[in-house]
Every structure is written in C-alpha cells, then in structure tokens.
C-alpha cells in the first residue's frame, strides 16, 4: 500500500460540516481544477514550497546543499520543482535559517494522526462536531480513512468527509459506514465543460453520487461557484435539479470562488490559469439559494460558504 501523505490538520474549523471540527487534509487528487486554490494538495507526493520574500539576499545554503536543482536567478532562488526528489527535499528540509522553504506532506501515522485529531474532543461534544477528512480527495486512500474514521468512531467522534467522489465506487463503499456527513461536490451538469475546467469524467461522479445517495443520511452538496465554468443561475439550477433528485441529500451549500491560494502557485514553481478576481456576485448566490429552497421536487437547505 502506498504512503499517504497529509498536509495540514486544521483545528476550529466551521465550514467542513456540523460544529467545531478538526479538519485531516490528505495529498492527492485525481482531478486538475483549473481554479484549485490548494494546488499543495494535487500531488500524492511531498512538495517544497519557497517564498522568495523571506528568502535572505546573498545567501547560498540552498546551492551548497542541492546544486543540481538550484540556482541563483537575478532577484531570487530558482528551484528546478520538476526534477526535484524526496532526496533533495531531506537535504533542504531543515538548511533554511530564514524559513523559507517548507517542506508540506507528513506521511500519515494512523496513531499519531488520531491522537492530534482526539485534541479538540470536548468541543466537539459541545457544538456536535468532530472530525472532517479533507483533501485533495481523501478517498484515493481509502484505508488510511478507514482506518481512522474507525477510531473515531470508537472515541463517539463524528465523522465527516468532503469529496469529489472522482474514484471507483469500491473506495468509496468500504468507507460508508465509518463516515457520518457526506460533503460532495458537484461542479458542473455538462460532461465536456467538466473534462474541459478539471479534467475528469462527470459520469463517474454521477454515478457514484446516486448510489451514494440511496445509502447514507448525511448527504449535502457543495458547488463551487466559479467564474465563466457555473457562474449563471440556468448551470446552478441544473445541479441543484440533479441535488434535488438525489434520495438523501437535504442541502446545498454554494462556495464561491475565491483567489487566496494563488500564491502558493508562484511558491510551488506552477504557473496559475484561473482567474485574479473572487466571485463578486450576491444576487446570484442568493437567487441559486431562493431556487433550490423552493425546488418543487425537494425543499434544499442552503448556505453560502467562503
Ligand atoms: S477537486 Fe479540489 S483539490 Fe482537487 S483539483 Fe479540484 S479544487 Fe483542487
Ligand atoms: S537557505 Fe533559505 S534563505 Fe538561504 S537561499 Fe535557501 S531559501 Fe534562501
């Protein structure tokens, strides 16, 4: 079984299901959305980050330790992230005086991991939270879930996840009964656009979102709303229609596009293709709401989440 690698564990989140949570961010992604404001969660792999700004003028600890990969570009270090290996990662990891470089992605110790996420378990009994398993896709690694949301669930920890559903039914089923909320996106109704803006198949999706539906309680639907791909009420009403139809689902949640990961780009060495600018459009976040709050099929909750 492959190393999984998570990349952050956030503590008092609100927006990643019921109450306080701790949110698990696993590495991986099946899918390339052209908007992704966490592109330090696409790769399965350890990433480096550098952020030239604290970078410290003159300073050449980095070539000493990594020549081949490195070198001194006119106002900044240039790291060639292409050729850059897990063994050029432990010679930086720790050379940086000015923290500069950072090293995201632990590998996943189930132990130690469940004793970080058990931290905050009075306040999930006091606001009906618990535990979120974010990604990338969490569920390209379905064991180390599984795994996990075993013990919380042996700890009364609720148990959430967010998801594109992107991978074969079978990891996804295995986790059914250890995951109390579903979180699943649902980016767009059109098969081409989909392939065009993420580079997946929306028929998976599909498929697996129905099955999913007829077999667990907790299923709400999130729809990043995002510029120029679904920013029009006639591509949110058609995922709202598919929402509806779904046996289980009782929300909707709309997300709408924000730029605050564009940096982490520039620090990845990956060039940006989505847009500089948020969503800025309240009157359609809150005619998407008024529609699927009164969809003649079923009555949908809503929110809109940052
Ligand atoms: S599904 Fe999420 S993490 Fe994966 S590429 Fe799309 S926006 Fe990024
Ligand atoms: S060690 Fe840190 S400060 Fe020195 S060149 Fe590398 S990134 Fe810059």
Redesign the pocket.
């Given at each position: 079984m492959p190393t999984s690698f998570y990349f952050d564990i956030q503590r008092f989140s609100t927006h990643d299901g019921e109450g306080i949570r701790t949110v698990l961010f696993l590495k991986g992604?099946p899918?390339?959305?052209i908007?992704?404001?966490?592109p330090e969660?696409?790769s399965r792999n350890v990433d480096l980050m550098y952020e030239a700004t604290t970078c410290i003028n003159g300073c050449t600890l980095c070539h000493d330790h990594c020549s081949a990969i490195t070198r001194h570009g006119s106002s900044e270090l240039l790291i060639d992230h292409q050729q850059l290996n897990q063994f050029d990662i432990n010679n930086l990891k720790t050379c940086c005086p000015a923290k500069a470089l950072r090293v995201v992605g632990e590998p996943v110790d189930i132990q130690s991991v469940c004793e970080q996420l058990k931290r905050d378990k009075p306040f999930y009994t006091s606001s009906g939270g618990g535990v979120t398993f974010s990604?990338?896709?969490p569920l390209i690694h379905p064991h180390c879930v599984y795994s996990i949301a075993q013990k919380m669930q042996e700890e009364n920890i609720n148990v959430a996840i967010e998801t594109?559903l992107h991978v074969s039914w079978k990891k996804i089923e295995q986790n059914i009964p250890v995951i109390n909320q579903w979180l699943v996106?649902l980016k767009h109704m059109d098969d081409k656009k989909f392939k065009q803006w993420?580079g997946g198949t929306l028929s998976l999706v599909k498929n697996n979102l129905v099955k999913l539906a007829d077999q667990v309680k907790d299923l709400t639907i999130r729809v990043?709303v995002i510029p120029d791909f679904n920013d029009s009420l006639e591509e949110l009403a058609l995922i709202t229609d598919f929402a509806a139809r779904l046996s289980n689902c009782k929300a909707i949640h709309f997300l709408p596009y924000h730029t605050l990961g564009i940096q982490k780009y520039k620090m990845l060495g990956l060039s940006y293709q989505g847009k500089d600018k948020s969503l800025d459009n309240p009157e359609l976040l809150q005619k998407a709401c008024e529609y699927a709050e009164h969809h003649p099929l079923k009555q949908l909750q809503t929110s809109v989440r940052g």
């Open positions: 992604c899918l390339s959305c908007w992704c404001q966490n969660s696409r990604g990338g896709e594109t996106d993420t990043p």
